[in-house]
Nanobody, 121 residues
Framework: QLQAYGGGLVQAGGSLRLSCVAS????????MGWFRQTPGKERDFVAAIIWSGDNTYYADSVKGRFTISRDNAKATVLQMNSLKPEDTGVYYC?????????????????WGQGTLVTVSS
């Protein structure tokens, strides 16, 4: 089970910090990641981190502005800076049980309930 926290309303240029906590079994190799979705659109990859914290992955649209990190073995944090109105959406935390990350939502195994981020212009 995944629980996401930290969404809210912020002005363009501001910052938000999202947290995701996993409960249950710890796997030997996995990625934790974030996707976002807006109405009528598909869920898009935002960022991912391998379980060890050694590797991180970002969508081009957020590179240099967002940072994903591990809080502990079962939690991840997405620090979002210099937010833009196009960052608005429901952000979902996810876990992929695999040595490799993926940008495709269908290849991720577990999902949280989503948290809404709204960036006003």
């Amino acid at each position: 089970q995944l629980q996401a926290y930290g969404g809210g309303l912020v002005q363009a240029g501001g910052s938000l910090r999202l947290s995701c906590v996993a409960s249950g079994r710890i796997f030997s190799h996995y990625h934790m990641g974030w996707f976002r979705q807006t109405p009528g659109k598909e869920r898009d990859f935002v960022a991912a981190i391998i379980w060890s914290g050694d590797n991180t992955y970002y969508a081009d649209s957020v590179k240099g502005r967002f940072t994903i990190s591990r809080d502990n073995a079962k939690a991840t944090v997405l620090q979002m800076n210099s937010l833009k109105p196009e960052d608005t959406g429901v952000y979902y935390c996810s876990v992929r049980i695999n040595w490799r990350s993926s940008v495709y939502p269908s290849q991720w195994d577990y999902w949280g309930q989503g948290t809404l981020v709204t960036v006003s212009s």
